[in-house]
């Protein structure tokens, strides 16, 4: 089913949820074209007429693969576990495979949206202790799930989608000054996945549109 035309994912560098994207393609191993979509400059350029046709919602990523359009991060990760071969990002277990989805859906329904670029923008002075609450109010209820999920990572002893999700949500905690010593299953588990080249290679500080002085 896989095509032989490389994806294409229209992201941005510091996106979590173009970040998680990233991690799925390359513990896949998939080989993917990048196109910036820089949420700032001129006004976001996810506002454009052009974009929304690829992402009516106007968000990033938009994925493009074996000739359909993706939006929503979870969904191009599903899509992909199922359809190319190598590390399974969703158990084979009915129970461990739930809590993967439990997990990522905290997070990527429960706590990102609420401190988004979008939302933040919104919000205007407040913004930071906006967030700063919000994603305490996430981890507050992550860290006792991940205590008795977790074994080396966040379900058992195999990467999954919730790691994907894990690393992006404690790099936006560390941004807004989040203690994320207060949370030490997440903070180990984030310390860990850290080592994993798939993380490494896909942080926000090595993509196409760091700018410089941003890059590590």
């Known amino acids: 089913m896989a095509s032989q035309t490389k994806p294409v994912l229209h992201g ?8 998680r994207v990233r991690i799925a393609f390359a513990l896949k191993g998939i080989e993917y074209d990048q196109v910036p979509v ?3 400059k001129d006004g976001g350029q996810q506002l454009t007429e052009q974009y929304k046709k690829l992402n009516p919602m106007l968000q990033v990523p938009a994925v493009e693969i074996d000739g359909i359009t993706l939006s929503q991060s979870l969904a191009v990760i599903q899509y992909i576990d ?4 190598g590390p399974r990002l969703l158990p084979a277990d009915p129970q461990k495979r739930a809590q993967v989805r439990m ?3 905290v997070i990527a329904s ?18 930071a ?12 209820a ?9 074994g080396k ?3 058992g002893d195999e990467i999954s989608m919730a790691d994907i999700c894990l690393v992006p949500q404690v790099y936006n905690a560390e941004r807004f000054k989040v203690d994320v010593g207060q949370y030490p299953t997440i903070k180990r588990l984030n310390q860990t996945l850290l080592e994993i080249e798939a993380f490494i290679v896909t942080n926000p500080s090595g993509q196409p549109d760091t700018p410089v002085d941003l890059r590590a």
């Open 110 to 127: 429960g706590i990102q949206p609420l401190q988004n670029l979008y939302v933040l923008q919104k919000i205007g002075a407040e913004k």
């Open 142 to 150: 992550l860290e006792p799930i991940l205590k008795l999920t977790a």
């Open 12 to 19: 941005y560098f510091r996106s979590s949820c173009s970040w």
């Open 129 to 140: 202790q906006w967030a700063q609450h919000f994603i305490d109010r996430g981890f507050q």
């Open 103 to 105: 997990i990522s859906d």
């Open 153 to 155: 990572y966040c379900v």
């Open 38 to 40: 820089n949420l700032i």
């Open 82 to 85: 199922e359809t190319r071969p």
